[in-house]
Each structure stands twice: as C-alpha cells, then as structure tokens.
C-alpha cells in the first residue's frame, strides 16, 4: 500500500488486515517499527484529534514527524491552478510541497472543502492536485468529501464493541449554526455499508448526501450485503438502530450559498440528539460523532454523557488506526 487516500481504494481484505494491524499495534511490542522514518504533516485546516494521533503513532513506533500550519509560523500556501500571487500566500504548494516531501518518507494532507462548487469539492480537486505533486506514501488526513483515517477508527470501534456486521447504522444530520464540509458523513456512510450494514441516511430536506456520495455507498453495501436508504423521519430511521452516528454537513440544495443555507437551518434546531431518540432504537444503541462536537446543539449533554455515548473511544481508536496506515505505508 503506497497511499491511504480513500477506503473505496482497498479490497475488504486490506481493509480488515489493518483493522487486525491496529489490533496488533495497540497491544504495543514493535516500538522501533518506525525507527529513523519521519511523517510530514501539512494541516490546512485546525485539527485536534488527527493532528495529535499522526504524530503519537509515529513517536509510538519509534518514528518522528514534523507540522507545518501554512501561515502560522511558516508560509501561507496558494493552491489554485494560474492564481496571480498579489495576496497573503508568498508560495504555491507547487513548490512548497515537493520540498517538504523532500524532507519526510510519507505526508499527511488535510485540506478540507472550498464549500463553494459542490462538483469540484466531489471531484477532490485540490486535494487531488497537491496528491500529484508527489511519489512519496501519502495519507488523506480529511479532505473535501473524504476522511478515511476517521471510517477506520469507527469500523474498529464498531468492532470492538460487538457491533453486528449486518446492524442498522443510521447516520443522521444534526443542527449546527453553519454549513460543515461532507466529508466525515461521506466517509461514514461509506464506511458502513462497505461494513455489510443496514445504513439509513437520516437528514432534514435539503440535505440529502449529493447523488454520487449516495452511489458510491450503495455499490460498497451492495459488495458486502449490505443496504443504504434515506430518509426524514426520524421515528423510521431510528426503529431498532444499532448505532446513532451524528454528524453535522452544510445544505446541499444550496451548496456554496450561506445565506440560502442559514434560512434553511435556522428551523432546524431541534436537530439536536436527546435521550428520546432512542425510544424505539435497539436497547443497547451507541451514539457516535468523530468529534469535535458542539454540546446542545448537534447533541445534548444527557446522550454525550450517557453510557451510549462511544464518542472517546472513537477519539482512542484513531491512535492505533493511525498506527496501522503508517506501518503498512512505511514498512512495505
Ligand atoms: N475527527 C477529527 O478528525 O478530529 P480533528 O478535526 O480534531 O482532527
């Protein structure tokens, strides 16, 4: 495996051999797998719990890494195609990234979504773009509609909890007070039908996951027996679930426009997970959400901080997931 860009890129098979990698790593035994490799991290965008992870797995097997922020503390990078430099960015990432490959054996790229043109952000163009601007083992550490390190760490949790293969997932959208990139809810739908789940896509109108996210899923969940449908009832979606994944995403009926999308929301903010959700789901549903998360907003502290809540162990899972990419990436 030379890159980690996209789960849809590996057969299941490699999928579960990382899962039992992870597995493996997190029981410790190999701390000088890595030793002398170095992981070059370039964060777009703010980052807590893939920023910490990438750099504690490397120091875990025995490697280091170094970050750069571009324009705090190091130059602000342009990364459009033609653009006339007169702005704040002193250096395109034509330059900038080739040198720092130069400097590391793999790099992590987070660059998270323009929000402007929905078919630019499905076709990954910027990310794609600073992708080819190097040969070296490269990690998708979230982009525009992808975060593959994160559908990792939640197929594990699942896993470890005794999540069954063919349970009902329903991913639902949850208020937040502006639009939010598609990329964790296309990595989760995604992740949970290519798990063989019964996923259920629970979102208000105007926020249905664009045709090709939804496509995408539903060839995944129909390799490994799975199912993917959508919905806006939440009576319907939530009848025997097995998991509550909450994420926030923008309106997708308006994509790039905030204005058309905060009148949307803004009737919206009992989109809010309390405790009487789970009415009806299976006894023993979870409630997950990658995190960072807005309390009594998205959801409400009496779930958070209710046993269902598996949001820490997902946070936890992202060391030893992060473990396993980069051992597959740099010791192959
Ligand atoms: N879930 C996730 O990617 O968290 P961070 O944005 O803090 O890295």
């Not at 197929?155 to 598609?182: Q, Y």
């Not at 926020?207 to 899923?217: D, G, K, S, V």
């Not at 997950?288 to 997902?314: F, G, K, W, Y």
Request: aromatic content about 6%; glycine content about 6%.
């Amino acid at each position: 495996m030379k890159r980690f860009v996209d789960l849809a890129d590996c057969e299941r098979e490699q999928v579960l051999s990382l899962l039992e990698l992870a597995r493996r790593l997190e029981r410790g035994g190999e701390p000088r797998a890595l030793a002398g490799k170095i992981l070059g991290l370039l964060f777009f965008n703010p980052s807590l719990r893939t920023l910490a992870s990438s750099q504690a797995a490397m120091a875990r097997l025995g490697g280091s890494s170094f970050v750069i922020h571009p324009g705090q503390g190091s130059w602000q990078l342009e990364t459009r195609d033609h653009a006339v430099m007169d702005g704040a960015a002193a250096e395109h990432v034509r330059e900038g990234i080739p040198a720092l490959a130069a400097y590391c054996d793999a790099l992590g790229i987070r660059a998270f979504a323009a929000g402007k043109h929905l078919q630019s952000d499905l076709a990954e163009v910027t990310f794609n773009a600073m992708a080819s601007l190097t040969d070296k083992p490269l990690i998708n550490l979230e982009s525009a509609v992808n975060h593959p390190c994160q559908a990792l760490a939640d197929w594990k949790t699942m896993d470890d909890l005794g999540v069954p293969r063919g349970g009902r997932f329903v991913l639902s959208w949850a208020w937040h007070p502006r639009a939010l990139p598609l990329a964790v809810p296309a990595a989760a739908v995604h992740m949970a039908a290519f798990r063989g789940m019964e996923v259920v896509v629970l979102r208000p109108e105007g926020f249905a996951l664009p045709p090709a996210i939804m496509e995408r899923a539903r060839r995944a969940a129909a390799a490994a027996g799975g199912s993917l449908r959508e919905t806006a009832s939440r009576d319907e979606a939530l009848e025997g679930a097995d998991v509550l994944y909450v994420k926030e995403w923008g309106a997708t009926d308006c994509y790039g426009d905030a204005a058309a999308d905060a009148r949307l929301r803004a009737a919206l903010t009992d989109w809010c997970v309390r405790a009487g959700w789970f009415a009806h789901a299976a006894p023993e549903c979870r409630l997950m959400h990658c995190l960072p998360v807005r309390r009594n907003t998205a959801i409400a502290d009496e779930v958070l901080d209710s046993p269902r809540s598996v949001v820490q162990r997902q946070a936890y899972n992202r060391l030893p997931a992060q473990m396993a990419v980069l051992y597959q990436l740099l010791r192959d």
